[in-house]
């Protein structure tokens, strides 16, 4: 793997702090010093560190400092920069790696304590729900995983994938103006085609014991996929006519979100399913689930209580699964 150099801790979020009052219009070396409450010489190591990452920042005897224009890669200050709530996990950026998942599962056995965010700007064995691939070209789709430890009893953590479904759904719509829609369990669908999924995986360490890491893979920016895969996916870019998106505001955008619902995991569940509800594009459908070597067919006619699906059978009765592999009949 290969780490994007950044300053450790508190002074990335100085840098963070730094572009969020750039973004706001230009400001005069004693007001970023005032605001920052850094030394000149810290300013200067702050803004020389952000034009090596790619910020192009004018300096003027008279209007003081101006941010230019920003990279397109992904670099944890970018991302801090942009997020606006309180749940503000540690963010890391691999320019390459070969699974986000495994990169976040690695440090949950070391111990880490979480919640961490692990970006990066390629995969090189990424993968999906079933054991299936995640492709994405480098620096053009939004891949990242989340170390968590929820402190809720862990029989409610299959939640999270409905609560970062919903995460995802609402940051696309905020940052684009694009509705998307959740497929039951881990889908995310724009115009029928999908865009993003997101993969749990739980582990246990010997002394921390039991954790979370949630994967998300979001097409971004991609202008084309492989023949099989052109019908059923599309990027965001495309969908909005070729116009670029900001990868770090989409970021910050969903980890926004997520740690809202994290925060109402328990008691603000039922709110989260009553959204999730509106965004679906399953139930009230009839369709196929397939679950390890069993199928059942049915009408999905609400969620549960966790997330999971409730599927009417042809014979009445009314079976709850908690994950599976939809295929909606007539699709």
């Not at 246990?204 to 890491?213: D, H, I, W």
């Amino acid at each position: 793997m290969t780490a994007i150099p950044s300053p450790r801790g508190a002074c990335c979020s100085v840098a963070a702090r730094l572009l969020r009052t750039l973004r706001s219009g230009s400001a005069l070396p004693s007001e970023l010093l005032a605001a920052l409450g850094v030394t000149n010489d810290a300013l200067l190591h702050l803004t020389t560190h952000l034009e090596s990452l790619g910020f192009d920042i004018s300096r003027h005897p008279m209007l003081g400092y101006t941010l230019m224009e920003e990279p397109q890669c992904l670099t944890p200050e970018a991302v801090l920069s942009h997020i606006e709530g309180d749940w503000v996990p540690e963010v890391m950026a691999l320019s390459t790696t070969t699974s986000t998942n495994t990169e976040a599962a690695e440090r949950g056995l070391l111990e880490a304590s979480g919640p961490l965010a692990i970006f990066a700007e390629h995969q090189t064995a990424g993968r999906g729900r079933l054991g299936r691939k995640w492709e994405a070209k480098a620096g053009e789709g939004l891949l990242v995983s989340i170390l968590l430890r929820p402190n809720s009893p862990q029989a409610t953590w299959t939640r999270i994938t409905t609560l970062t479904a919903l995460a995802v759904s609402e940051a696309i719509e905020s940052v684009t103006g694009v509705y998307a829609g959740i497929k039951w369990p881990n889908d995310i669908l724009v115009d029928s085609h999908k865009v993003a999924g997101i993969l749990a995986e739980t582990g246990t360490s010997p002394t921390r014991g039991a954790f979370l890491v949630v994967g998300i893979g979001l097409n971004v920016n991609q202008t084309d996929f492989p023949p099989e895969l052109a019908s059923k996916a599309a990027a965001l870019r495309q969908i909005l006519g070729g116009k670029v998106v900001n990868r770090a505001a989409l970021a910050a955008k969903i980890i926004d979100r997520l740690g809202f619902w994290i925060e109402r995991m328990e008691q603000g569940f039922e709110l989260a399913l009553k959204a999730v509800t509106l965004r679906s594009t399953v139930l009230g459908r009839q369709l196929t689930l397939h679950s390890g070597t069993m199928s059942a067919t049915g009408t999905a006619e609400a969620l549960d209580e966790n997330g999971g699906l409730l599927l009417r059978l042809a014979d009445g009765e009314l079976r709850a699964f908690s994950a599976g592999e939809v295929s909606l009949r007539g699709a």
